[in-house]
């Protein structure tokens, strides 16, 4: 019996002992990852591409999906204020909020920043992997470190177009590292010379445009840095590289020129009516920012949101598809409203959304409306001289008709009350980046490309170094190819009106047609008050003496005189004009510094905070107290000399 | 004929379970009588036996025996739980025996993990919880059952009707990796936790290790506390059938009632004042055509504000005033019911249950209902051997009410009820016509909540199994050198599925026209398997006990989710996203595995039961650290002294206990995410024109993925000393614990911000060393005792504190990580508030607004701490105040009168900041009634209102910095045991009525608007699904009943 017991237990034990031994092998505690790809993929070419790819949306696509974007180049300067909504407004306002921690529930300081170097760290990355990897692919060893050079300078020029001199990493980052400190602007500049050089010598223009980075982007933005340093914030040191640079802006800029013809109607550039559609490949085009249907795409598009003004909460009306998610963060300022000649440039009325159809439709105060029928929103943007208004809000105004019948909202630019358009959210939305291929009524993600550089900019870039170079008639002649494209052809209907809208059919979320807000008719006539008329029209400027008289109503307003400070302000004007919100114009106003004067003339939110300090961007406080010197943190006093002066 | 099949039936049964006590019947006399407890209750299965024998018997299930035995003899009464009773045999051939309970806390069972020891013995830091202190409420799990009843035990509760409150074990020490505790359950590490699946009425008994000595035999994971929990098992002799139930309604009780319709009409005429005063009128100054410019797009509303112009002058008390809240809140009704039997002999024990709870939240949508069932065997075939399992299964669903899951609302709210709160109450639900008013008061971001239960769904249902299965080898059964040393396998698989499905209709407050549906499945599984060396034996006066671990933990997760917007209808909720039905927006699949491998040794010894040792020492390697780093060794030691037992105390006539411990002890924590040391990358697609090109990124634009991999990751260790004091006095009139402890965190494992030049913005890292101390109180004390009422009140409290020695580069505060050396690891540090600007400070604003401030009388005031007219970032910020409560109370007091027993709980929190918010007071929004800034109220609380979209006021949260401190009272039960003379009659052994009062209010609280307890301290995590001002307050009326 007891050795019948012992038996058992013997084999017990040996039963137990086994599974202990086999359980505890040596890779038992290995970590495997399986799911995702580790840094070892960038010894592969496949690697390399994948991450340039990457870099493509971290660096071109990232910035789109908040509001980092237009707070950093459309807010504080002198084309848009504050809509009918705050949110993001510090970056406006240049108010106590704007420092170096930003109050705010959006764009915080250091959001910009960081996104900035988070694409920096990739292109540091593919550029190490392509110097290490034994390869003679010319899509690697040309290609791949072309695109990498140029996204690196891209993100540099940005921060030094928004900080001044900012630290310069250019290495690959595996543990902690703390110790960093700003160069100057100059080394930063010079640094993204070289990087675009270095693109512009490896790239080619065989590339589907403007999708792929090419030789002519980097032609463009090269040209951009150029003139960057040139521009009169770096004045004080200059003066040496300033007539090499302007050549070398004129030089690119007629290259890319040559490659890039103007669309022949400004119309075709915003007549988007599907994700990829063929306004996303004109040849005016020259980089993108991509966006497509394809929902396994992480790219999404928010810029259709903050230029809509508020109609949905106007009785008659009610929000839909067409019109847009209202976020209402940007309002054109009278800079933008008066600096258009409205009679004979098309450029206003083909991106100003000025009439909204009654969608909802009911009774407003005795009248019935009909959706779908009725003209229910109408903004009449008429010229300072015009007498014919009494009133700025004009509802059923019986002398206001559209088609027999009154109106139910009118909003007049000059009127005799003097009330005016900007302290109401009630605006003409510009509708560049209007998108209806969304999925809902207020789905933020739009589909719709982002233009980054097109030829009409490269144009405008040679026309300003031109004015450098004191070559104003030069300077006008490019000026004026693209004035003249903004110009009425022969036969055109002028009130004729398009937008972003027009893809609604290819939405998946689907609205009765009497919903749509949308109407292809602008308020061209109303607001000009001239007879119909389908003649060319001719903005040729003939002579430095003899600038428009928009223009030189600019210049009356911010004391501009003297032949290059007129031209230089004016091809500041023709920007608006021309590339009005598409993402540049806080960084042209801040390197020419004319910022200062021309937010406190026209922004009215920015005018009694602003500052000489602004053209700056505060260093943000988390780089501040984050990082080391010598191995211990900064003193107080050493933050506040690395940060920039004012903040 | 029926009468004898009856007792030859109750033989056999007796025979089954009590064979070893049969014996061979004497021929004197027979003796037979009744046992009883203590309450005059009837003991079945107590064994008696005869003096100096071996024979003996057992008694029925109605306390009956009887035994052969002569005059002069000894019958010795012995049943688990109680103690021991003699009675010599005289003349009289009946014996009634009321067995006394052994309730001495001495000799009660603490589990220590991978073993038990008696209480006497313990050297380290344990709190135990036990079943009776667990059923004397109803609670929804097993958390809610520790609430309060442990010193430096911090719980909050949550609101959710199936979600569980945080739990920490003395104190936060980590911000960023877990502070939640180890769950053992029975005996296996709960490597996912899930712990709040179990039936609160399974619980044996919940034992919390504190101190290091204590938990360092769970090593990487005892950094936290370790919770164990035993569920229930059946025991020898007792077969009892038990069946709890309790109905429980709950309401909501909200803290911070918001402005009226006339109050908030006032209130925004002022911030829009403030926003442009040369545009709007002074609010008390209203027109009727202001009114109508700054109340525009909801007709229905404006009317309403129509109301208080009647009289040609304002009234704002003539508006009618809506709270929404009211559509969205309810009579919550929670029901439970668990029946249980158990029962056991020598060779066999069971223990079984099936729970139902069913619990519908106070806000409409929320409920949840869980099934358990739980079965436990063990079975001794031979003395040799002893095998057994343990199964506690739940499946569960709750509603989650609305969930963020598919927001694109505009300006969402948590939860149902926060988006209730956030309608203005000027507005009215419905229009003239009835219809619902899409969005009360014209503004987007706001959205009604009308038939929201209607439009939205968050469905979560888990099914989880815990088991738990062992074989024992006793050495002992083959020969006595062998004594004392047993092998034993535990293996503990425990397996989770999981199935979150959402739908939201387009008309959802959270959707914005189109309608979304998600489908989330997740399925854990992991398994522990031990395999101990055990060794017990008493030599004369030495106690020695060794154990040996070998043990091995794998976890895998694999999950997939999927979600389309523009479902084609309704009824099809989650559960129609095929390709031919709608295109997916979203999906994703996920694997996770994780591995521990650990080898363990304690060594126990014990002398005269005086002198107590336990040495530890436990190696474990994770599988999440970098390699390595993986492995790491935790060594503990503990001495223990029983002073009442020396000479000098044994014969003191108060002293009951005296015991001291010391012990010291190292635990580590490797709680950070698997391939956290990996770097891996993300994968995306590009549009290159409109076809998508496969991308990787390093980080993504999720903050939780812009990690940078440290590839140094090792183990944060933490030594910690405890010295304690068990104690009773007065034959237990006063009895408890009192322990002090202080410890080192070194290689703190934190999540750190780091500059993001690198192109990173955290990472994990071992930051730097750590300290804290504090004290835990236990105190049981019976403050009077007469023969019908007894008060006694138990008192657990502890006072904690930590601070910072060094970071990663030595003494350097680390201001974006928010860690200053000397200071707690849970600081504010920003502006310090100097109240409001008032008119008078005129000369002091234009200095200020001369160096870029835009300050008027109204705005709050930060401190400018170097004098210098700027408030800037690089030198006016400062440490506010730290987040983490000093103290901690909880108080039950219990007043027994006969069968009466009321006891009241009270929970406090003392000694921190808390971090209010600040009122944003930008008129665009509904906000809680405050006294606001306005120039005829220059006194207020808070800054004047200022109109915006985003943030009115820049310092307006410097006036936001409260003291947290709170008692409030969580709990008032009154019982009633129905005498025994009356259950005796209707055939119950026990019968308990009892009703409770949960959350009746507060004593007292720093900030009376924020319910304290629902928030977690540290991280101001408020909320769950309430909001921080709302919890619950409810009603429970129950009974226990046992036959």
């Known amino acids: ?647 | 004929m029926k009468k004898s099949n009856h007792t030859k039936f109750k033989e056999a049964f007796l025979l089954c379970f009590l064979f070893l006590s049969v014996g061979l019947f004497a021929q004197e006399k027979s003796i037979s009588g009744v046992i009883s407890d203590g309450t005059g209750m009837p003991l079945p299965g107590v064994n008696v036996v005869i003096n100096g024998t071996t024979n003996g018997t057992g008694a029925d299930f109605d306390g009956n025996y009887s035994i052969t035995a002569s005059e002069g003899q000894t019958l010795v009464f012995t049943s688990i739980g109680y103690k021991t009773k003699e009675v010599l045999i005289g003349s009289s051939n009946t014996y009634n025996v009321s067995m006394e309970e052994d309730s001495a806390l001495l000799d009660e069972v603490v589990v220590v993990g991978y073993g038990t020891t008696k209480k006497s013995d313990v050297t380290g830091a344990i709190v135990s919880v036990t079943a009776d202190d667990i059923n004397s409420r109803p609670v929804n799990n097993a958390i809610e059952a520790m609430q309060g009843k442990a010193a430096g035990v911090d719980i909050s509760s949550n609101e959710r009707p199936g979600s569980i409150g945080n739990i920490t074990i003395r104190g936060v020490r980590s911000l960023s990796a877990s502070n939640a505790p180890l769950y053992v359950l029975d005996g296996i590490p709960l490597i996912s936790g899930g712990i709040e699946n179990i039936n609160p009425t399974d619980i044996e008994s919940i034992d919390i290790l504190k101190d290091a000595s204590a938990t360092a035999i769970y090593g990487s994971r005892g950094a936290n506390g370790v919770v164990i929990v035993t569920t229930k098992r059946g025991k020898t002799g007792r077969f009892t059938l038990s069946y709890n139930s309790a109905i429980t309604t709950q309401t909501l009780n909200e803290a911070a009632p918001q402005f009226n319709a006339g109050e908030f009409v006032e209130y925004r005429r002022w911030a829009k004042y403030y926003e442009n005063p040369d545009t709007f009128p002074r609010g008390d100054q209203p027109t009727i055509a202001n009114d109508e410019a700054i109340f525009s797009g909801d007709d229905t509303a404006f009317n309403n504000i129509l109301r208080g112009w009647e009289s040609g002058s304002w009234d704002g008390s003539k508006l009618i005033t809506t709270d929404f809240t009211d559509f969205v809140t309810r009579t919550g009704f929670t029901n439970q019911h668990t029946l249980s039997a158990s029962g056991g002999s020598e060779k066999m024990k069971a223990y079984g249950s099936f729970g139902y709870i069913n619990n519908t939240g106070s806000v409409i949508g929320q409920s949840y209902e869980r099934y358990n069932a739980a079965v436990s065997v063990e079975i001794t075939p031979t003395d040799w051997l002893t095998f057994g399992g343990n199964l506690n299964s739940s499946y569960s669903t709750q509603e989650y009410g609305q969930s963020t899951s598919g927001n694109v609302g505009v300006s969402a709210q948590s939860g149902l009820y926060q988006s209730a709160r956030s309608i203005f109450q000027y507005t009215l639900p419905f229009d003239s016509d009835g219809n619902r008013i899409d969005f009360p008061g014209g503004d987007i971001a706001v959205k009604t909540i009308i038939d929201e239960d209607l439009y939205s769904q968050d469905q979560r249902v888990t099914l989880r199994a815990f088991g738990s299965f062992y074989a024992q080898l006793d050495f002992g059964a083959f020969g006595s050198t062998l004594k004392g040393l047993k092998f034993r396998t535990n293996f503990g698989p425990d397996i989770e599925t999981y199935r979150n499905g959402s739908f939201l209709d387009g008309q959802s407050v959270i959707r914005t026209g189109s309608s979304y549906a998600a489908l989330r499945k997740r399925q854990r599984l992991s398994y522990t398997l031990d395999n101990l060396l055990l060794y017990n034996r008493t030599f004369g006066r030495h106690d020695v006990g060794a154990t040996l671990l070998q043990s091995q933990t794998q976890f895998i997760e694999e999950s997939n989710f999927m979600a389309a917007d523009n479902i084609p209808f309704a009824s099809q909720k989650w559960n129609a996203l095929s390709a031919d039905n709608v295109a997916l927006s979203r999906y994703d699949s996920d694997l996770i595995e994780q591995q521990l491998l650990s080898y363990m040794a304690r060594l126990n010894y014990g002398f005269d039961n005086k002198y107590l040792l336990t040495v530890s020492g436990r190696y474990d390697g994770a599988s999440q650290l970098a390699e390595g780093n993986k492995g790491a060794f935790f060594p503990s030691a503990a001495l223990g002294w029983s002073i009442d037992k020396e000479k000098f105390l044994v014969d003191s006539n108060w002293i009951d206990q005296l015991k001291l411990r010391v012990g010291v002890g190292v635990t580590g924590n490797a709680a950070i995410k698997p391939y956290s040391t990996q770097g891996g990358l993300y994968p995306l697609f590009y549009p290159i024109g409109s076809t998508g090109v496969s991308g990787v990124q390093l980080v993504t634009d999720d903050s939780d993925e812009k990690i940078l991999a440290n590839q140094d990751l090792g183990w944060e260790k933490t030594t910690q000393y405890n010295y304690g004091l068990d104690f009773s006095f007065f034959s237990g009139r006063v009895a408890g614990g009192l322990d002090y402890y202080n410890s080192e965190t070194t290689d703190l494992l934190l999540r750190q911000a780091i500059p993001s030049i690198t192109g990173y913005v955290n990472t994990f890292a071992n930051v730097g060393e750590t300290k804290s101390s504090g004290i835990d109180l236990t105190l049981n004390t019976v403050n009077v005792r007469t023969e019908d009422f007894q008060w006694s009140s138990d008192i657990s409290a502890s006072w904690q504190e930590n601070e910072i020695v060094t970071l990663a580069n030595g003494k350097e505060d680390d201001i974006v990580n928010n860690w200053f050396i000397g200071e707690s690891l849970g600081v504010i540090y920003g502006y310090e508030s100097d109240g409001i600007w008032q008119e008078s400070d005129a000369a002091e604003i234009a200095q200020f607004n001369a160096n870029g401030h835009t300050f008027s009388p109204g705005n709050a005031r930060p401190v400018d701490q170097n004098g210098d007219f700027v408030i800037d970032a690089n030198n006016d910020r400062v440490i506010v105040g730290s987040t983490i409560p000093k103290y901690i109370l909880g108080l039950t007091n219990t007043f027994k009168y006969k069968d009466l027993e009321l006891s009241v709980f009270l929970f406090g929190r003392f000694g921190y900041t808390y971090n209010t918010g600040g009122e944003g007071l930008v008129g665009r929004y509904n906000s809680r009634k405050v006294d606001y800034y306005t120039p005829n109220n220059t006194n207020a609380e808070y800054q004047k209102p200022i109109y915006s979209a985003g943030f009115g006021d820049t310092y307006f949260g410097t006036l936001g910095y409260r003291s947290g401190s709170f008692i409030k009272v969580r709990n008032i039960s009154l019982g009633y045991n129905l005498p025994q003379k009356i259950t005796n009659d209707i055939g119950l052994s026990k019968l308990r009525f009892y009703v409770q009062a949960q959350n009746p209010g507060f004593i007292f609280s720093k900030v009376d608007w924020i319910d304290l307890d629902v928030t977690r301290p540290a991280n101001n995590d408020a909320g769950y699904s309430l909001g921080n001002s709302a919890s619950n307050r409810g009603f429970t009326v129950g009974m226990n009943v046992e036959f």
């Open chain 1, 1 to 647: 019996m007891k050795n019948n017991k012992k038996h058992f237990a013997n084999v017990f034990i040996a039963f137990l002992l086994l599974g202990m031994v086999s359980s505890c092998s040596d890779d038992f505690l290995d970590e495997e990852l399986t799911t995702q790809r580790s840094t070892e993929y960038f010894t592969t070419e496949e690697g390399i591409q994948s991450l340039i790819t990457g870099a493509y949306y971290k660096v071109l696509a990232s910035p789109f999906p908040s509001e980092q974007q237009f707070a950093t180049t459309n807010y504080g300067a002198d084309e848009f204020h504050v809509g009918g909504d705050d949110t993001n407004s510090p970056w406006n306002n240049y108010d106590g909020r704007f420092n170096s921690i930003i109050i705010t529930t959006r764009t915080q300081a250091q959001e910009p920043w960081d996104n900035f170097y988070a694409g920096i760290a990739m292109t540091n990355q593919a550029i190490e992997a392509i110097e290490t990897i034994d390869s003679n692919n010319d899509a690697i060893k040309r290609t791949a470190l072309g695109e990498a050079h140029f996204l690196r300078a891209y993100n540099y020029l940005k921060l030094v177009r928004q900080y001044g001199g900012v630290p310069i990493k250019t290495t690959v980052s595996t543990t902690v590292e703390l110790e960093f400190t700003r160069a100057t602007a100059e080394e930063v500049l010079a640094f993204v010379i070289e990087d675009f050089t270095k693109a512009y010598n490896l790239l080619d223009n065989g590339v589907i445009f403007p999708a792929q980075i090419s030789k002519d982007a980097a032609a463009h933005y090269l040209a951009k840095a150029y003139l960057t340093r040139t521009s009169e914030i770096n004045d004080s040191w200059n003066e040496s590289t300033k007539s090499a640079d302007l050549e070398a802006v004129v030089r690119l800029s007629d290259e890319v020129i040559a490659n890039h013809p103007l669309a022949a109607n400004y119309q075709e550039l915003w007549d988007f009516t599907e994700p990829d559609g063929d306004n996303e490949f004109l040849p005016e085009l020259i980089l993108s920012a991509q966006f497509s249907r394809d929902r396994s795409l992480v790219t999404s598009n928010f810029s259709t949101v903050p230029f809509t003004a508020r109609y949905d909460d106007l009785p008659t009306m009610k929000r839909d598809l067409t019109g847009m998610r209202p976020y209402s963060r940007l309002a054109a300022t009278y800079f933008t409203y008066d600096v258009f000649d409205k009679v004979n440039d098309s450029r206003f009325w083909k991106v100003f959304r000025t009439k909204h159809r009654v969608n909802r439709g009911g009774t407003f105060e005795g009248v019935d409306y009909t959706a779908g029928e009725d003209l229910g929103i109408m903004y009449i943007i008429n010229s300072p001289d015009d007498d014919r208004f009494d009133l700025t809000i004009n509802n059923n105004n019986p002398d206001i008709l559209y088609n027999g019948k009154t109106i139910p909202h009118v909003y007049v630019a000059h009127a005799a009350d003097g009330v005016g358009l900007l302290p109401n959210p009630r605006f003409p939305s510009l509708s560049k980046h209007f998108d209806s291929s969304r999925s809902s009524i207020n789905d933020n993600r739009g589909l719709r490309d982002e233009i980054l550089a097109r030829s009409a900019e490269t144009y405008l870039m040679a026309a300003e170094a031109k004015i450098r170079m004191g070559a104003y008639s030069d300077a006008l002649s490019y000026i004026n190819a693209v004035r003249n494209r903004g110009a009425y052809k022969n036969g055109e209907d002028r009130s004729f009106y398009t937008d972003g809208a027009e893809a609604y059919p290819t939405s998946e979320f689907t609205q009765p047609i009497e919903d749509n807000s949308y109407i292809k008719e602008n308020s061209y006539y109303e607001s000009n008050s001239i007879p119909v008329s389908t003649d060319a029209t001719d903005l040729t400027i003939t002579g430095t003496a003899s600038l428009p008289a928009e223009d030189e109503a600019v210049f009356a307003i911010l004391g501009v005189s003297g032949e290059y400070d007129r031209m230089l302000n004016l091809v500041l004007n023709e920007r608006t004009r021309e590339l009005c919100g598409e993402w540049h114009r806080w960084e042209d106003l801040s390197r020419t510094l004319t910022l200062v004067d021309r937010a406190k003339a026209y922004n009215p939110e920015a005018a009694p905070n602003i500052k000489e300090h602004h053209v700056l961007r505060p260093i943000p406080q988390t780089f501040l107290d984050g990082i080391y010197k010598d191995g211990v943190t900064l003193t107080p006093a050493e933050k506040a000399a690395m940060q920039n002066p004012g903040y």
